[in-house]
């Protein structure tokens, strides 16, 4: 069983930046594939970032790539999501999840087990 608790959110205004963190619970976390993603408003949950358990492996959505970076601290059992030049459709809820998958990098959300509750950002124009 893991849990995760996301925080780092908040408003912010177009092209400033935030970084997210996730912190699981469990001895486990490095076994784990981490994931973001978000959903805003009256869409679905769009996959943003995930990272290999061992970091040595991350793939970013068009969308976001050359803005937003994951990376993790497996001694602190946490996943990161540094976003910068932020616009107003990065606007959503962002949930960090956990994924046993090893042998490719997750993408959709079934193939995660565990979520957080996620986190609210904002992007003023």
């Known amino acids: 069983q893991v849990q995760l608790v996301e925080s780092g959110g908040g408003l912010v205004q177009a092209g400033g930046s935030l970084r997210l963190s996730c912190a699981a619970s469990?001895?486990?976390?490095?076994?784990?594939?981490m994931g973001w993603f978000r959903q805003a408003p009256g869409k679905d949950r769009e996959f943003v970032a995930t990272?290999?358990?061992?970091?040595?492996?991350?793939y970013h959505a068009d969308s976001v790539k050359g803005r937003f970076t994951i990376s993790r601290e497996n001694a602190k059992n946490t996943v990161y999501l540094q976003m910068a030049s932020l616009k107003p459709e990065d606007t959503a809820v962002y949930y960090c999840?956990?994924?046993?998958?090893?042998?490719?990098?997750?993408?959709?959300?079934?193939?995660?087990?565990?979520w957080g509750q996620g986190t609210q950002v904002t992007v003023s124009s």
């Open positions: 999840a956990a994924s046993p998958n090893k042998a490719y990098l997750p993408l959709r959300s079934h193939e995660y087990n565990y």
């Open positions: 469990g001895r486990t976390f490095s076994y784990y594939a």
């Open positions: 990272i290999a358990g061992n970091g040595a492996r991350t």
